[in-house]
């Protein structure tokens, strides 16, 4: 069956420091991969999307990369402030609208 | 511009009672997605809808649940007969395409008691 697993549930880092979040997948074949963030009590909120023929994506301090042969993206944030912390979200898209979600890692950074 | 709404914030059912959990998407949005999301955990899909047809209901976990889009803008998520597994957040988000970033609602909370 279709899984989707992010690294941990909870990351703790020092403010400054770089956070790095992995997401793996198998039995699946998405044509994008898309990372959201979500804050207590709300929606998630979109950051980035990357295409299956893509491996890296930018956007201000957030990195994006995507292994289609290791069924992996790695999600970057560089110099990390303490309102960086949240839940991170990865999702698989197939161009047929079920897009499926992980269970997310929340980020804590500590001033 | 408004985002994506939904309405009530709160809901309080007792057991056996059906609820209905109401979305507004984004203006001109044709995509509209509903997701069941339990604490701790990721969004699990639902449905989905392009327009007023829906494309794709295989995640509605049993035929207590419906979801209708009458004229392809504002939804809504019908539970009958409501149990205590159904307590959740329930998150509606809407996209102007079929895959692609999507605009997510605050959810509603229902608590089934």
């Known amino acids: 069956s279709q899984k989707i697993e992010q690294n941990s549930e909870a990351l703790n880092i020092q403010e400054g420091k770089t956070a790095t979040l992995t997401c793996n997948y198998t039995?699946?074949?998405?044509?994008?991969l898309q990372w959201y963030r979500q804050d207590p009590g709300r929606g998630p909120v979109f950051l980035l999307l990357?295409?299956?023929?893509?491996k890296e994506k930018r956007k201000e301090r957030l990195k994006v990369t995507f292994d289609t042969t290791l069924k992996q993206s790695l999600f970057h944030i560089t110099a990390s402030q303490p309102a960086d912390s949240a839940t991170y979200l990865c999702a698989l898209d197939s161009y047929l609208g079920d897009m499926r979600f992980g269970a997310g890692t929340r980020l804590t950074v500590k001033p | 511009g408004a985002g994506v709404s939904q309405s009530p914030r709160y809901k309080v059912a007792k057991r056996g009672q059906d609820v209905a959990l109401r979305c507004d998407p984004i203006s001109g949005h044709v995509s509209l997605f509903w997701y069941q999301q339990a604490l701790g955990q990721g969004p699990e899909f639902l449905t989905y809808f392009q327009n007023e047809a829906q494309l794709d209901k295989s995640g509605l976990p049993s035929d207590r649940f419906f979801a209708e889009r009458p004229e392809g803008s504002v939804s809504t998520l019908k539970i009958q007969r409501t149990q205590q597994e159904d307590s959740a957040v329930y998150l509606c988000?809407?996209?102007?395409?079929?895959?692609?970033?999507?605009?997510f609602g605050p959810g509603t909370r229902l608590t089934v008691t």
């Open positions: 988000a809407s996209s102007s395409g079929r895959s692609g970033e999507q605009y």
């Open positions: 990357i295409r299956e023929n893509e």
């Open positions: 039995n699946y074949s998405p044509a994008y």
